[in-house]
């Protein structure tokens, strides 16, 4: 009796002992913008999730399978936005040993799986510029340096990746993404910033 009662409780423990535990269910994220001083509204499925005003600034996000959309404005700049990825938490694997299929149930249900990026960076491009070889030459800029950044965080996320191909395949397929739509923010900013005297 003494040890039926024993493993019961220590089976309720491990159940609690899933990502919710080892990792949380939440997580400090990094709002930065450049130039800094923007305002910043994180919008999801489940709606507002946080505000970061002024930039840099930190916040703490549930953590959830669902990107999050990191919309930006600066007085004299275009409204400008990122995207917080959601990606799966390897150390769930993990928890098995932990919490039991059951467990992982838990997390998958609850989002307490997944994680954020631990920041991200928002370009912001001016209303108006001196001429078009100026305007040009910041979006020329701004995309070169976007695609450096991709390669090494593409680097990076591939280094860390698990032994599940498939999950590595799809995180870096949401990076590419996540540049592709970040690159044609930056060219319909260009289109719609003002030539002063043109």
């Not at 108006?128 to 996320?157: C, G, N, W, Y």
């Amino acid at each position: 009796m003494f040890v039926r009662a024993a493993l019961a409780g220590l089976s309720l423990v491990t159940l609690g002992a899933c990502s919710t535990i080892v990792e949380g269910s939440s997580q400090n994220v990094t709002v930065m913008t450049d130039p800094s001083g923007a305002s910043c509204r994180l919008e999801s499925n489940r709606g507002i999730v946080g505000i970061v005003n002024p930039t840099p600034g930190s916040i703490q996000l549930e953590k959830s399978k669902d990107n999050v959309t990191v919309l930006c404005e600066k007085e004299g700049y275009q409204p400008s936005a990122g995207t917080l990825a959601s990606s799966f938490e390897g150390m769930t694997f993990g928890n098995i040993i932990f919490g039991g299929i059951v467990g992982v149930g838990i997390d998958a249900a609850s989002g307490a799986m997944n994680k954020y990026p631990p920041s991200v960076t928002v370009q912001l491009a001016p209303v108006s510029f001196p001429s078009a070889m100026a305007r040009d030459a910041f979006f020329d800029q701004k995309i070169a340096a976007l695609r450096v950044r991709h390669e090494q965080t593409k680097a990076t996320t591939a280094s860390q990746c698990s032994a599940d191909e498939n999950a590595c395949k799809s995180r870096l397929s949401a990076l590419d993404r996540i540049l592709d739509a970040d690159v044609a923010d930056l060219e319909l900013k260009r289109a719609n910033a003002r030539v002063d005297g043109a």
